[in-house]
């Protein structure tokens, strides 16, 4: 078997795939085809690492930034883990290791993309999928799958009406356009 790696590649083909491509303020752009990343409209298959801002304390975070950098590290995915932020039902804390926004901009500052996911039911090896205990109170007959189940069924409309997605989104429309970070994604677990 032959191989010529001078031949031309032919175009992805779309097929039934759809992409997109989000524009940043400052022009820069992020895509997606049928067969990879775009970044400025060029192919990129960027490495990702993994990193839970709110379990480590917020004075070492450049640090390990630097050490995913230097390893070659250009997406850090993180979870906004609910029961981190709303220990108390209706009190947030987005202060100290759990300050989004800090922790956001200094991945910018450092050339980082972020990988944001908001949740509500996060993956993270953390107790009960990052739902706090206040809201597990309410449903103790039923438990954790019955809740994971209820959250998992509730439609766009319903999550975005609920405080964590609305403080969540009100930080990331700021980190997004008024301070001009223009590293960050966005998934859940809708």
Not at 4 to 26: E, H, L, N, R, W
Not at 64 to 86: N, R
Not at 155 to 170: D, G, N
Not at 178 to 185: A, E, Q
Request: with cysteine; aromatic share 8%.
């Amino acid at each position: 078997m032959e191989l010529d790696a001078t031949a031309p590649v032919p175009d992805p083909d779309p097929g039934s795939f759809v992409g997109g491509t989000s524009v940043a303020p400052d022009g820069q752009t992020v895509g997606v085809n049928s067969r990879h990343l775009l970044l400025n409209g060029r192919p990129w298959l960027p490495v990702m690492g993994e990193f839970h801002y709110s379990r480590c304390p917020d004075k070492n975070w450049e640090e390990e930034i630097l050490k995913m950098k230097a390893g070659g590290v250009q997406v850090v995915a993180t979870y906004v883990f609910w029961i981190h932020h709303e220990e108390v039902e209706g009190q947030f804390d987005w202060t100290g290791r759990r300050d989004l926004r800090r922790f956001v901009t200094l991945c910018a500052r450092h050339g980082m993309y972020v990988q944001l996911r908001i949740g509500p039911w996060d993956h993270g090896e953390v107790r009960s999928g990052g739902f706090p205990d206040w809201l597990l109170k309410r449903v103790p007959a039923a438990g954790l799958p019955k809740m994971t189940s209820l959250v998992s069924g509730m439609s766009r409309p319903a999550l975005s009406a609920s405080p964590l997605w609305s403080t969540t989104v009100k930080t990331v429309r700021a980190l997004s356009w008024r301070s001009r970070v223009n590293r960050l994604t966005v998934s859940s677990t809708e």
